[in-house]
C-alpha cells in the first residue's frame, strides 16, 4: 500500500517535468521525482517493529543484526541524495544561464535547435 | 556601493548569527568526527559545515562571507579533500600487496564505540567532510553571491 | 591466450588504478594547473598515455578485486573480463586520441584548464562503470560520468550548448531515476546488489513478474544513455552544441560504455535474458537503425547529421545484441569498437572543419581537401568505413551482424540492415560531396588560407585514429579475432555466476 504512495510521487514528478512550462520547475519536478524514488529505496529496506541500524556498545552483532532495519538501502539513498545536489547544481547553474542568454525562463521560447 | 542585498539582513539576525556561528560550526564537526559511531559521517557533517559559512554569508553580507572562506580557498579544499581521500585509500594497497581502502588501522576490542577507533574511518570522514563543505559552499557563493560576467565563453563553474 | 603482461605489472593491482588514476589527474588539474593550459593539457595526455599502457598489460586477464579487503557478497567488487578489457581499450585509446586533439583545439576557449578535468572525471566515471561488478557501484560511477558530461556540453556557454545541456540533463536525470527504481526493485527481490550473486539468485527463480518489470526499467533507463529510439531526443542537440572532442568522446565512447555496455551485461550475465525479453532489444535496435539513418539524410549540419548517423549505428549494435547468439555477439562488439574509433575521427574531422572555417553549415562549406589536407583524408578513411564500403572494418562488422540476421532467421531484419547501410553510404557521401570535394566558396575562403594547414595535434589524433580504422579491419582475421572478440562474446552469452 504504502509503496504506492512513493509510485505517486514518482508520477507526480514526472508529470511536472512533461507539463511544465519554467525550467525552474522542471528542476523542482526532477527533486520531487527523485525523492519518492529514495523513498521507494528506503522502503525496502523496512522491517517491521524494528529498530534503527546503530549498534550499542554492548550489543552482540548477532542479535543487531536480528532486530535492525536493512541499513544498505539508507547508504544507497544518502549516497544518491548527494548525486542529486550536484547535479541539482548543475542544472540551476543552467537556469540561471540560460535566463542570462535567452531573457526567458519559458522552455517553449527556447527552442533554437530544431530539426 | 552595497546593494541591499549584500548588506546583509536586520540588527537581531546579524546578532544572533554572530553569536550562533560557532556553535553550528562545531556541532558540523562534531558530526564529521563521529562519524564511525553515531549517523552522519562526512557527507551530513560537511552539509552542516557550509551552512555555517553561508548563514554568515547570507546575515552578514557577502563581503564578510567571502572574507572568511573565499571562492579560491574553497576550490583548492574542494580538490585536496577529495585527493586526501585517494591517498588514504591508496595507502591500504600496501604498494601492491594489500587492497585498495582497506583498513589497515585496527583498534583493539576495548577502544571499540569510542573516538579513537574505527581504523581509517575517521580521516576518510574528515576528509570527505572538507570536500562537502567546500563544494557546497562554493556551489551557493557561485550562484546568489557573485557576479556573474554575461560575455559568451567567460568561466563556467563546475559545482 | 592466456594473460599477455608485457610491462610485468600484475593485473590484479592495476584493476583499481583505472579509476583511481585519471581522477587523481583531474584532481591534480582542479588544484595546481587549472589556469595554465599547457600543464593540464600535458598532465592529461600522460595520464590517458598510462591508461592505454595499463590496458594493453591487462589484455588476456582477468581479476576480481575486493575493495578494502571485504569477500565477495559483503564487500564492493571490480571485476575485470575480456568484456571490460575490450571496453577499457576502446575508452582509454579512444581518449588519448581526443586528449591530443583538444589541447590545440581548446585554446579558443576560455578556462580551458577546467575541461582537462571534467574530461579525465568523465573517463573515471566511464573506467569506472566498466569495471564495477555491483549494481550500485555501477549507477555510482555512471552518475560521475553523467554529470561531468552535462558540465561538458555546456563548455562554452553558447546559446545552443546551454539549450542542449538543459534538455540533455532534464533527460539524463530522468533515466537516472528511473534506473535506481530499477535497482530498489531487484534489490528487493533478490536481496543482494552484487552481480554474481545477483544472477544466481535470478538464475534459481526465474524471470518472474517483478524481475520482468525491473528489467524493462532498466531497458528504458540505459536506452535513454545509449540513445536508442524512442529514448534519442537528446543526442541531436547535445552531441553537435558541444565542443568538438567532447562529442567525440560523447559520441564515441560514452553512448556505448554507459548505454550499450550495461545492456549487455545486465540482459547476460544478470538476467539470464531469454529471446522474448531480448526481441524488445532487437526492435528498439532496428527502430533506431532506420529512424537514425532516414533522419540523418536530409541534414545540412555536419555535426548533427553525424549524431544521426550515431543514433543509427548504435541501432546495429542493439541489434547484434538482441540476437543473442554468439555470431551476433561477435557483430555487436566489432561494431562497437569500430564505430567508436570512426565516429570519434568523424567528429573530430568535423571539428576540425568548424576550426577552420567558422561554420558547419554544409550549405556553406566546400573544396576542403586542399584546404585541409589531413582532415580530409581522414574523413574520407571514416566515411568509407561508416558506410560498410569494402576492406574498412564496417563492412565486416555489419556483414557480420546481417549474418548473424539470417543465421537466427530474422530476415526483414537483415534485409532492413543491408538497406540503412545504403543510406549511411548515401548521407556520407553527401557530407564529402559538400564539404570537401565541391568549391571553395567566397565566403569561407578567407578564413581557411588565413589559418593555413591544420594544427599538429589536431592532425596526429586525426592520423592516429584513421590508422586504428584501418588496423580494426584485421580484427576480422583469425588471429586476432579469437581471443578478442570471440572470447569477449563467449564469456558475455554466459549466463550466471562469472
Not at chain 2, 10 to 38: A, C, D, E, Q
Request: hydrophobic residues 55%; contains cysteine.
Amino acid at each position: 500500500m504504502i509503496y504506492s504512495l512513493c509510485l505517486l510521487l514518482i508520477l507526480v514528478g514526472l508529470y511536472g517535468v512533461v507539463a511544465s512550462r519554467q525550467t525552474v520547475k522542471i528542476v523542482i519536478s526532477l527533486l520531487i521525482m527523485q525523492h519518492g524514488v529514495h523513498l521507494l529505496l528506503l522502503l525496502i529496506g523496512y522491517r517491521d517493529g524494528g529498530s534503527p541500524p546503530i549498534m550499542d556498545s554492548g550489543q552482540a552483532a548477532t542479535t543487531f543484526a536480528g532486530l535492525s532495519v536493512d541499513p544498505l538501502p539508507q547508504a544507497l539513498v544518502l549516497t544518491s541524495i548527494v548525486i542529486g545536489l550536484g547535479v541539482l547544481a548543475l542544472m540551476v547553474a543552467l537556469c540561471v544561464r540560460l535566463y542570462e542568454r535567452y531573457g526567458t525562463f519559458d522552455v517553449t521560447e527556447i527552442r533554437r535547435l530544431r530539426g | 556601493m552595497t546593494t541591499e542585498r549584500q548588506a546583509g539582513m536586520s540588527m537581531i539576525v546579524r546578532t544572533v548569527t554572530r553569536w550562533l556561528k560557532g556553535p553550528i560550526l562545531l556541532f558540523g564537526i562534531y558530526i564529521v568526527l563521529y562519524g564511525h559511531i553515531t549517523p552522519g559521517g562526512g557527507f551530513g557533517g560537511g552539509v552542516i559545515i557550509a551552512c555555517a559559512f553561508m548563514l554568515v554569508m547570507l546575515a552578514l553580507g557577502a563581503q564578510n562571507g567571502l572574507e572568511v572562506f573565499s571562492k579560491g580557498v574553497a576550490s583548492r579544499l574542494d580538490s585536496a579533500g577529495l585527493l586526501l581521500f585517494l591517498v588514504i585509500g591508496w595507502l591500504g594497497t600496501g604498494w601492491a600487496s594489500g587492497y585498495f581502502f582497506a583498513n589497515f588501522i585496527t583498534t583493539p576490542p576495548e577502544a571499540w564505540f569510542t573516538l579513537f577507533s574505527g581504523g581509517t574511518m575517521p580521516a576518510m570522514n574528515f576528509a570527505l567532510g572538507l570536500k562537502v563543505a567546500s563544494a557546497l559552499f562554493l556551489v551557493f557563493t557561485v550562484l546568489t553571491a557573485l557576479k556573474i560576467a554575461s560575455s559568451p565563453g567567460s568561466e563556467e563553474d563546475e559545482a | 591466450m592466456g594473460v599477455m603482461e608485457p610491462f610485468g605489472v600484475e593485473t590484479r593491482t592495476l584493476v583499481p588504478l583505472f579509476v583511481a588514476v585519471p581522477l587523481a589527474a583531474s584532481l591534480l588539474i582542479q588544484l595546481f594547473t587549472r589556469d595554465r593550459h599547457f600543464w593540464s593539457g600535458w598532465l592529461t595526455n600522460i595520464t590517458m598515455l598510462a591508461l592505454v599502457l595499463m590496458s594493453i598489460q591487462v589484455i588476456g586477464g582477468s581479476a576480481l578485486y575486493h575493495l578494502g579487503g571485504w569477500p565477495s557478497p559483503i564487500g564492493i567488487d571490480l571485476r575485470l573480463d575480456s568484456l571490460a578489457t575490450l571496453m577499457l581499450l576502446v575508452i582509454n585509446i579512444v581518449g588519448l586520441a581526443v586528449g591530443l586533439y583538444s589541447v590545440d583545439y581548446m585554446k579558443r576557449y576560455t578556462a580551458s584548464g577546467h575541461f582537462y578535468g571534467l574530461f579525465l572525471l568523465m573517463v573515471t566515471g566511464m573506467n569506472g562503470v566498466v569495471l564495477a561488478a555491483d549494481l550500485f557501484n555501477l549507477y555510482v560511477f555512471l552518475e560521475v560520468a553523467a554529470v561531468a558530461s552535462y558540465s561538458l556540453v555546456a563548455f562554452g556557454c553558447a546559446h545552443e550548448e546551454l539549450e542542449a545541456s538543459f534538455k540533455y540533463i532534464v533527460l539524463g536525470s530522468l533515466s537516472s531515476a528511473l534506473i535506481l527504481v530499477g535497482i530498489a526493485l531487484v534489490y528487493g527481490i533478490t536481496g543482494t546488489l552484487n552481480m554474481a550473486q545477483m544472477a544466481g539468485r535470478v538464475a534459481e527463480t526465474g524471470l518472474d513478474a517483478p524481475l520482468l518489470l525491473a528489467f524493462g526499467l532498466f531497458i528504458c533507463g540505459f536506452s535513454f544513455k545509449a540513445a536508442l529510439v524512442p529514448f534519442h531526443a537528446w543526442l541531436p542537440d547535445a552531441h553537435p552544441a558541444a565542443p568538438a572532442p567532447v562529442s567525440a568522446m560523447l559520441s564515441g565512447v560514452l553512448i556505448k560504455a554507459i548505454g550499450i555496455y550495461v545492456l549487455a551485461r545486465l540482459a547476460f550475465n544478470v538476467f539470464g535474458a531469454g529471446d522474448s525479453e531480448l526481441s524488445l532489444l532487437r526492435w528498439l535496435g532496428v527502430l533506431s537503425m532506420v529512424v537514425g539513418g532516414l533522419l540523418a539524410v536530409g541534414q545540412t549540419d555536419i555535426k548533427r547529421l553525424f549524431a544521426y548517423s550515431s543514433i543509427s549505428q548504435i541501432g546495429f549494435i542493439a541489434l547484434g545484441l538482441g540476437l543473442g547468439t554468439q555470431l551476433g555477439l561477435v557483430g555487436a562488439l566489432y561494431h562497437l569498437v569500430n564505430h567508436a574509433v570512426f565516429k570519434s575521427l568523424l567528429f573530430l574531422n568535423a571539428g576540425a572543419v568548424e576550426y577552420a572555417t567558422g561554420t558547419r553549415d554544409l550549405g556553406r562549406l566546400g573544396g576542403l581537401n586542399r584546404a585541409l589536407p589531413v582532415t580530409g583524408v581522414t574523413s574520407m578513411i571514416g566515411s568509407m568505413s561508416i558506410a560498410g564500403l569494402p576492406p574498412f572494418n564496417g563492412f565486416w562488422s555489419k556483414l557480420i551482424i546481417v549474418l548473424a540476421c539470417v543465421e537466427a532467421g530474422h530476415y526483414g531484419f537483415a534485409a532492413t540492415a543491408v538497406l540503412i547501410s545504403i543510406v549511411t553510404l548515401g548521407y556520407q557521401l553527401k557530407v564529402q560531396r559538400m564539404a570537401f570535394f565541391a568549391e571553395l566558396p567566397e565566403s569561407i575562403s578567407g578564413a581557411v588560407r588565413s589559418m593555413g594547414r591544420e594544427p599538429r595535434l589536431m592532425s596526429l589524433a586525426m592520423i592516429l585514429l584513421a590508422a586504428a580504422c584501418i588496423a580494426l579491419s584485421l580484427l576480422v582475421l583469425g588471429g586476432f579475432r579469437d581471443p578478442w572478440l570471440i572470447g569477449a562474446a563467449q564469456q558475455t552469452l554466459s549466463a550466471g555466476p562469472f
